[in-house]
């Protein structure tokens, strides 16, 4: 630190004074003081950074997993769908129900009499 200045009077040889004003002390004190502010300041800065960060952070990661819970529940729901989809394409191409439709729905009838047709043999040959 610094020494207070011994100063002596020139006025009297015996009078010895010591000068400890403030003003002196002042701009060392005023310059560590700031410094201390300043690293105060910079920490919370930098704290106050982290935190938006993290708040950030964990912000995105809940909207992400809401986001990803409704995908998987729309995924459930389009196979459940996909499911009743397979079932009733099944059931309409049953040999029966196309019986069914086929008579009722649009007037065919099962042939009584068949008829067979024989091919001349120059048809039946492949070149």
């Known amino acids: 630190m610094n020494k207070p200045r011994v100063l002596i009077n020139s006025t009297s040889t015996a009078s010895v004074t010591r000068n400890t004003d403030r003003e002196e002390l002042q701009p060392a004190a005023s310059g560590q003081r700031w410094h201390i502010i300043r690293l105060y300041l910079t920490t919370i800065l930098l704290l106050s950074a982290m935190f938006t960060v993290y708040v950030w952070q964990s912000t995105k990661m809940v909207e992400v997993k809401l986001r990803i819970k409704s995908v998987e529940n729309d995924i459930n729901n389009l196979e459940n769908a996909n499911a009743d989809l397979r079932g009733e394409i ?8 196309i019986e069914s439709v086929a008579k009722n729905d649009l007037g065919m009838v099962e042939p009584t009499r ?14």
Do not use: H
């Open 90 to 97: 099944s059931k309409l191409q049953s040999l029966a129900r």
């Open 114 to 127: 068949l008829v067979y047709i024989t091919m001349p043999d120059k048809w039946n040959s492949r070149p």
